[in-house]
């Protein structure tokens, strides 16, 4: 195991405070707030500390309210809204000086065996035939609005080993492409077999390149280049099947409308086998600015 991803783990231990309440440290991303994919993981971590093991997380629905202080602690209150014969569900409300920053709403499940269907695959190269972040990110420098960008992006970036299968944003600036985007991702290391565990980790980098879709419709690069503005809003996801998150996933994104200084993506994230694990959908604030 990295050293990266040792701290990410370190990141996703919350303090436990009292009953239903936890403490999460945060840290700077790329940009001068908290990582919304950080603030997502470690609420799901919160609920998933008062489920019974038996119960693995089916689907989560948050919003992100206000920005977080990388700065400041964070506190995780959780309520304990439903335990079922076979569901259960709790909110979890993030709090920083005083403020609700991030609300969550997760649902847990025992297994069951029922219908079965899927839809296929699609095609994508092999991760190993693909440019890590080291080796891609350099070429861009010049097109990023500070030098310091590349360092905060691989440093944001590397627990997880995340290659693009075709070029970013950030890399074809003015030129409009069909909005979709791939790429492979799994963490930098080996981790215990813990499912709340991986499923934490998805929910970590689902943050991380799920608008990218919304920017190759309109030639945009985003802040890297300094040509948008944003944030996200909400997001859901839904976890379908048994997955590793140190294991190759297919991250297929798409998105399918943007609007009202609002962008939508969608994505179902597939293991190496072809198994579809995850559906996300998110919608975020695209501006551009004046």
Same mark, same amino acid.
């Given at each position: 195991?990295?050293? @990266? ?6 990141? &996703? ?15 700077? @991303? ?5 990582? =919304? ?50 569901? %259960? ?20 499940? %025992? ?6 269907? $899927? ?7 092999? !991760?190993?035939?693909? !440019? ?8 861009? *420098? ?8 590349? +360092?905060?992006?691989?440093? *944001? ?29 799994? %963490?930098?290391?080996? &981790? ?9 980790? @998805? ?11 919304? &920017?190759?419709?309109?030639? +945009? ?16 996801? /839904?976890?379908?099947? !048994?997955? +590793?998150?140190?294991? /190759? &996933? ?5 998105? !399918? ?8 993506? $969608? @994505? ?5 086998? =072809? +198994? ?15």
């Amino acid at each position: 195991m990295s050293q @990266a991803l040792q701290s990410l783990l370190d990141l &996703l231990d919350l303090e436990r405070i009292e009953e239903d309440i936890y403490r999460g440290q945060s840290r700077f @991303a790329v940009v001068p707030r908290v990582f =919304g994919g950080q603030v997502a993981a470690q609420a799901l971590v919160a609920a998933g500390r008062t489920v019974p093991a038996d119960r693995f997380a089916h689907s989560l629905h948050a919003y992100f309210l206000r920005a977080g202080d990388a700065g400041a602690p964070i506190v995780y209150t959780v309520d304990r809204i439903r335990d079922g014969r076979s569901f %259960t569900t709790r909110r979890v409300v993030a709090v920083q000086h005083g403020q609700p920053i991030f609300h969550l709403s997760a649902s847990f499940q %025992t297994y069951e065996e029922g219908m079965e269907h $899927q839809v296929d695959m699609p095609d994508a190269p092999d !991760p190993e035939t693909l !440019p890590t972040a080291a080796e891609m990110l350099p070429r861009y *420098a010049d097109a990023f609005v500070e030098p310091s960008v590349v +360092r905060r992006l691989l440093e *944001a970036r590397e627990a997880v080993d995340l290659r693009y299968v075709d070029a970013p944003p950030f890399a074809t600036v003015g030129e409009r492409r069909e909005p979709r985007s791939q790429v492979w991702f799994r %963490t930098d290391g080996k &981790l215990a077999d813990d499912p709340l565990l991986h499923v934490c980790l @998805a929910t970590y980098v689902s943050d991380m390149t799920l608008l990218d879709s919304v &920017l190759l419709a309109h030639g +945009r690069g985003g802040w890297a280049v300094g040509d948008v503005v944003g944030a996200s809003l909400d997001h859901a996801m /839904w976890f379908h099947r !048994p997955f +590793r998150a140190d294991e /190759w &996933l297919l991250y297929d994104q798409q998105s !399918p409308s943007a609007s009202g200084g609002r962008g939508l993506g $969608q @994505a179902r994230i597939h293991t190496r086998d =072809g +198994r579809l694990a995850i559906t996300v959908i998110q919608e975020g604030v695209v501006r551009i600015p004046r």
